[in-house]
């Protein structure tokens, strides 16, 4: 069995690109606040905000970033697809054979109340989570930094071994699942955290009704 990998990739954009779809991202999630994005109305997003959470990451399963127009996002999805193929061959599969669909979602969040030390603790077990059940290749998870510098991500590589991934903007990684994690403390009251996440997972894994459920895209 190969040995976990993260994989990354800089964006080919500019620090503008990257200040623009920060905004972008913002007028996403008040658009979501009224009811102007298909399948989300205003009272069900005024739901899901009194919810405890980001309101763009309780909505994950209402929306597909990835089905919205925009350079950066267009960018990410050829460096997930770049990435996917480079996961592929680490751990011995065939891309092609994979049939990828991809999702993703936007991560808007303010400063942390708690204080660093205190958020330390909360970044452990049993406060991890893992995605698309954990179960590994070929199901992979990452995700990319708009605006979280600085600020880290806390992984247990395979249950066990601690791993603090340091955030940069511009940056997008991949990782397989089965690596449960969690965002670390974010103290900047100036301005958002924004981070965008995708799942990528193959075509028999989300069938719906003896098809692909049309909120995933395919990864070609």
């Known amino acids: 069995m190969a040995e976990h990998k993260f994989f990354e990739r800089y964006l080919d954009i500019?620090?503008?690109?990257?200040?623009?779809?920060?905004?972008?991202?913002?007028?996403?999630?008040?658009?979501?606040?009224?009811?102007?994005?298909?399948?989300?109305?205003?009272?069900?997003?005024?739901?899901?905000?009194?919810k405890p959470g980001c309101l763009t990451t309780n909505l994950l399963a209402d929306y597909n970033i990835f089905q919205m127009q925009h350079k950066v996002i267009r960018k990410l999805y050829a460096a997930v697809r770049d990435?996917?193929?480079?996961?592929?061959?680490h751990y011995g599969k065939d891309f092609n054979e994979m049939?990828?669909?991809?999702?993703?979602?936007?991560?808007?969040?303010g400063a942390d109340e708690c204080t660093l030390d205190?958020?330390?603790?909360?970044?452990?077990e049993p406060n991890l989570h893992e995605h698309s059940g954990g179960l590994g290749m070929p199901d992979i998870h990452g995700y990319y930094c708009?605006?979280?510098?600085?600020?880290t991500t806390h992984y247990r590589i395979n249950g066990v071994t601690p791993f603090r991934n340091e955030n940069k903007n511009n940056r997008a990684i991949l990782s397989e699942t089965g690596h449960k994690h969690a965002r670390g403390y974010w103290g900047d009251s100036s301005k958002k955290r924004i981070t965008l996440a995708y799942d990528t997972r193959v075509a028999e894994s989300?069938?719906?009704?003896?098809?692909?459920?049309?909120?995933?895209?395919?990864?070609?």
């Open 83 to 89: 990435m996917a193929k480079e996961a592929c061959e």
């Open 146 to 151: 708009i605006n979280a510098e600085p600020s």
């Open 14 to 50: 500019s620090e503008n690109d990257l200040k623009d779809f920060y905004n972008f991202c913002i007028v996403v999630e008040q658009k979501m606040l009224d009811g102007e994005l298909p399948g989300i109305t205003k009272e069900y997003a005024q739901q899901v905000k009194e």
């Open 206 to 220: 989300i069938q719906d009704g003896g098809g692909v459920s049309q909120h995933w895209v395919p990864l070609i």
């Open 118 to 124: 205190e958020y330390e603790q909360y970044s452990i």
């Open 99 to 109: 049939e990828y669909y991809i999702q993703g979602w936007i991560n808007i969040e």
